[in-house]
T-cell receptor
Framework: EAGVAQSPRYKIIEKRQSVAFWCNPISGHATLYWYQQILGQGPKLLIQFQNNGVVDDSQLPKDRFSAERLKGVDSTLKIQPAKLEDSAVYLC???????????????FGPGTRLTVL | AQTVTQSQPEMSVQEAETVTLSCTYDTSESDYYLFWYKQPPSRQMILVIRQEAYKQQNATENRFSVNFQKAAKSFSLKISDSQLGDAAMYFCALPYGGATNKLIFGTGTLLAVQP
């Protein structure tokens, strides 16, 4: 079974430029997550999708970050314009739709390391 | 609000020895899971072990085991017979948000394994 795919693996941009990250979840996984992991910290959830609908985007800085999952499969996360503090690893994860009383494991991709100069 | 605290930024262990990583948490939910994730330099987060709070028995996965103290809200990870491949960042994680299946992570412990 193929895992969660992300691209690019690395990206270096200057502040005020825009950047986009792509994620392809595991086939059949209805739920998709984007996390931001700043150096020395644990991952922090930015946005969660269930199929192509947003479940939670309360921690997404909406003035500069946007994300979409148009067909309920692939997702893109965009930053425009980037700031120095956006330097981080951006992780994508996916899971099966949660059933009542159960927990569905999140499977993570390799992440994209973003450096903003 | 849910919180996860890892108070050991770095740990070191000799190959073949045993090491314990600490984690404390707080949650308002009565039934929950707890997880330990491993993040090697490749950055891919890998689930190491999970514990269901209603189970009194501590979870074990090969060389990895936990010491779950529900009343104390403590969830430590023990790695026995440490191997060079165990070197990584280890994160304790707690689901929150009910059916939304979200995770909150601790700040991590960087484990070095000395040959």
């Amino acid at each position: 079974e193929a895992g969660v795919a992300q691209s690019p693996r690395y990206k270096i941009i200057e502040k005020r430029q825009s950047v986009a990250f792509w994620c392809n979840p595991i086939s059949g996984h209805a739920t998709l997550y984007w996390y931001q992991q700043i150096l020395g910290q644990g991952p922090k959830l930015l946005i969660q999708f269930q199929n192509n609908g947003v479940v939670d985007d309360s921690q997404l800085p909406k003035d500069r970050f946007s994300a979409e999952r148009l067909k309920g499969v692939d997702s893109t996360l965009k930053i425009q314009p980037a700031k120095l503090e956006d330097s981080a690893v951006y992780l994508c994860a996916s899971s099966l739709r949660r059933l009542a009383g159960a927990y569905n494991e999140q499977f993570f991709g390799p992440g994209t390391r973003l450096t903003v100069l | 609000a849910q919180t996860v605290t890892q108070s050991q930024p770095e740990m070191s262990v000799q190959e073949a020895e045993t090491v314990t990583l600490s984690c404390t948490y707080d949650t308002s939910e009565s039934d929950y899971y707890l997880f330990w994730y491993k993040q090697p330099p490749s950055r891919q987060m890998i689930l190491v072990i999970r514990q269901e709070a209603y189970k009194q028995q501590n979870a074990t996965e090969n060389r990895f085991s936990v010491n779950f103290q529900k009343a104390a809200k403590s969830f430590s990870l023990k790695i026995s017979d440490s191997q060079l491949g165990d070197a990584a960042m280890y994160f304790c994680a707690l689901p929150y948000g009910g059916a939304t299946n979200k995770l909150i992570f601790g700040t991590g412990t960087l484990l070095a394994v000395q040959p």
